[in-house]
C-alpha cells in the first residue's frame, strides 16, 4: 500500500490488485482501492476456479488500458467533503434511491454516500465487487457516512437512513409488501455478465417503486444497468448519470446516455446534490 501511494503520487496508473478473501486481505484490497487502484480481483479459491480468475483478470487489464489516468488520484474521504451535516428531506417515505457502479464506483461511492441527508431515503447499490469484499467495503463507508451502510441481507427492509449494498456475487432486487419495501438476494446467473447485476436492481426497482424510485448509475465497464435504468425512466423514475470527465471509465454511463436513458449527466462531486434535488421535486407541495 505505501508503494502505491508512492506510486500513483508520482507516477499515476492504472493498477489491478489481486488479493485473498479473507478478513485481512479484502482490508488491504479497499485500502489500495482508496489508494488509487482501480479494480480487485480476488485469488482463485474452491469457490472461484483458476480458469475463471484468469479470465476475470485477463478483462480487468484490459478494461485498465481504457481508464482516465487524471481519475485516479485517490479522493478526499467523505467526512472531508462536506462541513456540515446536509439538510434532512421533508418526505421520504415509499421512495427508493438504486445506484449502479463498477470500475472506480468504490471511492466513487465514497464521495456521493457521506453527503446524503441522515434521513435520506433508503438506498440500494450494486457495485461490481467479489463475494467477501462487499461486507468490509460496507463497513468502512458505515463509518464515513451519517446514513447507515451495510451489507444486504435477504428480507432487510428498505427505510430511510439505510444504505443496503448488494453482497458479491449475489444478485439483489427490490419488492413490495403491503407497504413496506424488501430487498432480496438470489443466484441466478449473471445478467450482463455480471452478479450482482445493475440491471437485476433497477428493473426490481421500476416494478416495486415506479415514480417513486430515483436512478444513479456512475463510472464502470461495460454497459450493465443501461437497460435497467431506461425502464426505471420509463416507470416514470427520474434518473442521473455521471459525467464522461469524472469517470474513470466512462462505459456504464455512456450506454444508458446512448438508450436515453440519463435524464442528467452531473460530475461525481454534483450527484449527492442532483439525488436530494430530484428527491425534493418529488415531496408534495405545502398548502
Known sequence: ITFLKKLMALRPMPVIVVSSVTPEGSQNALAALAAGAVEVVAKPDAA???GTAVDDLC??????ATVRVSALKPQMQ?????EAEPAPLRCTTNKVVAIGSSTGGTEA?????PELPRNCPGVLIVQHMPANFTKSFAEHLNQECTVDVKEADSGDSVVPGRVLIAPGDRHMTLRRSGARYLVSLNDDPPVSRHRPSADVLFRSVAKAAGRNAVGVIMTGMGSDGAAGLLEMKEA???TIGQDEASCV????PRKAAELGAVDDSVPLQGIAGAIVKKLREMEPVRS
Open 109 to 113: 461511492l465514497r464521495r456521493v454516500l
Open 48 to 50: 472461484y476456479k483458476m
Open 78 to 82: 467523505g467526512g472531508q467533503i462536506h
Open 59 to 64: 478483462e480487468k487489464v484490459r478494461m485498465a
Open 249 to 252: 471509465v466512462y462505459g456504464m
Open 236 to 238: 416514470g423514475a427520474p
